[in-house]
């Protein structure tokens, strides 16, 4: 019997209302970016601001601004959408969590190691959706593609590998380089190579998309899947 690897655990975003795609990019990447601007001019705000002045680093007061920034954002999205993805979401916890700890403990370490943890525990997540054959990869992505067996199956491992791939690299990075080039890793480098790499999985996922047909005289019909989603 022929049936869609995942379809019944795509995510529904058909009732999340519509957000301007430039005012996504900008709660998506604002406080990224305020992140970088304060922490590249942070020794102004150790001087000015008693509430920095017992912090000794400017990436403690860049934590702290990003944690606000982040709180603001979410707040943001969800008055607009009524709807949070999974991966801003899960991010802001943990920015909370890690920025929390950085700035009671005086350790930057909790917040360098912040990315390395998510994309960590993502990876973890979609192997587990491998194992049991769920599509959490769709409630990760807040996506609603539509694809076969096959084509889950696979764009889940790439974003496995990738997940994986950007936390070695986080873990490099922080480790063996300076606290100026780690944050701008994270605004200049992360999402171009994030974008390059969906760019790159376009092709296959256009190969992998299901077509389906709008039958208006009998909407209980579906569309027979190809013979690559057959669940084995």
């Known amino acids: 019997m022929k049936q869609l690897f995942f379809n019944s655990d795509r995510p529904d975003v058909s009732t999340n209302r519509n957000i301007s795609p430039w005012l996504k990019l900008a709660l998506d990447m604002g406080p990224l970016f305020i992140f970088f601007i304060?922490?590249?001019?942070?020794?102004?705000f150790l001087e000015r601001i008693p509430l920095f002045s017992s912090f000794s680093k400017?990436?403690?007061?860049?934590?702290?601004i990003f944690m606000i920034a982040i709180v603001i954002a979410l707040i943001i999205s969800w008055i607009i959408t009524r709807h949070i993805a999974v991966i801003p979401c899960i991010s802001g916890i943990f920015v909370l969590i890690f920025g929390f700890l950085t700035l009671w403990l005086h350790h930057d370490v909790f917040i360098k190691m912040k990315p390395t943890v998510i994309n960590m525990l993502f990876a973890l997540v979609l192997f587990g959706g491998l194992v049991f054959k769920k599509s959490?990869?769709?409630y990760v992505l807040d996506s609603?593609?539509?694809?076969?067996?096959?084509?889950?199956?696979?764009?889940?491992?790439?974003?496995?590998?990738?997940?994986?791939f950007l936390a070695i690299l986080n873990e490099i990075i922080w480790r063996y380089f300076s606290d100026e080039l780690w944050t701008t890793f994270k605004v200049f480098g992360t999402v171009p190579i994030t974008i390059l790499f969906i760019i790159i999985q376009t092709p296959f996922i256009i190969r992998h998309?299901?077509?389906t047909i709008d039958y208006k005289a009998s909407p209980s019909m579906t569309v027979k899947?190809?013979?690559?989603?057959?669940?084995?």
Do not use: C, M
Request: glycine content about 4%; hydrophobic content about 45%.
């Open 58 to 64: 400017p990436i403690y007061p860049a934590t702290a």
């Open 225 to 232: 899947a190809s013979e690559d989603s057959h669940v084995d």
């Open 209 to 211: 998309t299901i077509k």
């Open 136 to 138: 959490l990869l769709s």
């Open 144 to 164: 609603a593609l539509q694809l076969d067996a096959e084509g889950w199956r696979q764009l889940t491992r790439n974003w496995i590998y990738f997940f994986l």
């Open 38 to 44: 304060v922490n590249l001019h942070g020794q102004w």
